[in-house]
T-cell receptor
Framework: GAGVSQSPRYKVAKRGQDVALRCDPI?????LFWYQQALGQGPEFLTY????????KSGLPSDRFFAERPEGSVSTLKIQRTQQEDSAVYLC????????????FGPGTRLLVL | AQKVTQAQTEISVVEKEDVTLDCVYE???????LFWYKQPPSGELVFLIR??????QNEISGRYSWNFQKSTSSFNFTITASQVVDSAVYFC???????????FGTGTRLQVFP
């Protein structure tokens, strides 16, 4: 079946612009995760959904970051008033829903803020 | 606190050599999960293996093998007879039952030269 898909794959934004990143999880996967990966580093957790409920947003770096999953499927990560330090790869992952289950990752969105 | 350490930043080998990637983890949880992911130049994180803390059996899958040792908190990954296609960044990650996020190491870049 289809894996996790993300769009756009690349995004260039001017500082101060708002951006929206989309994630389409594997069909039937209850849990959805967002991670941020800076250059040369491992992915770092941003937020987590179980169905439409955002159960953990402890990793969001500031109130400029906002995520939603209104119907329990597709999710959008929004960054308002982008800053240069927001430049990174944003990875989305999904899993069946039980803790400890394998998370399957999408190809990521590479964001460059100029 | 939970932590994953991949002390090897970069490893270079010649094709057909065996190579071992080290992973050391820290957790106070008695139940936890360990993962290895491969990140080729395309950027997508590819799942390789998942182990739970109760199963210390080593695993072999083709040229890949994993050595899980709770006594030393290590989960090392060996590639036998490496190939150029194995060139990628490899991440070790830790998950626990009391959290949904994965904690990643900083990754090991493996370069296999022909």
């Amino acid at each position: 079946g289809a894996g996790v898909s993300q769009s756009p794959r690349y995004k260039v934004a001017k500082r101060g612009q708002d951006v929206a990143l989309r994630c389409d999880p594997i069909s039937g996967h209850v849990s959805l995760f967002w991670y941020q990966q800076a250059l040369g580093q491992g992915p770092e957790f941003l937020t987590y959904f179980q169905n439409e409920a955002q159960l953990d947003k402890s990793g969001l770096p500031s109130d400029r970051f906002f995520a939603e999953r209104p119907e329990g499927s597709v999710s959008t990560l929004k960054i308002q008033r982008t800053q240069q330090e927001d430049s990174a790869v944003y990875l989305c992952a999904s899993s069946l829903g039980l803790r400890g289950e394998t998370q399957y990752f999408g190809p990521g969105t590479r964001l460059l803020v100029l | 606190a939970q932590k994953v350490t991949q002390a090897q930043t970069e490893i270079s080998v010649v094709e057909k050599e065996d190579v071992t990637l080290d992973c050391v983890y820290e957790t106070r949880d008695t139940t936890y999960y360990l993962f290895w992911y491969k990140q080729p130049p395309s950027g997508e994180l590819v799942f390789l293996i998942r182990r739970n803390s109760f199963d210390e059996q080593n695993e072999i899958s083709g040229r890949y093998s994993w050595n899980f040792q709770k006594s030393t908190s290590s989960f090392n990954f060996t590639i036998t007879a490496s190939q150029v296609v194995d060139s990628a960044v490899y991440f070790c990650a830790l998950g626990a039952l009391n959290t949904d996020k994965l904690i990643f190491g900083t990754g090991t870049r493996l370069q296999v030269f022909p």
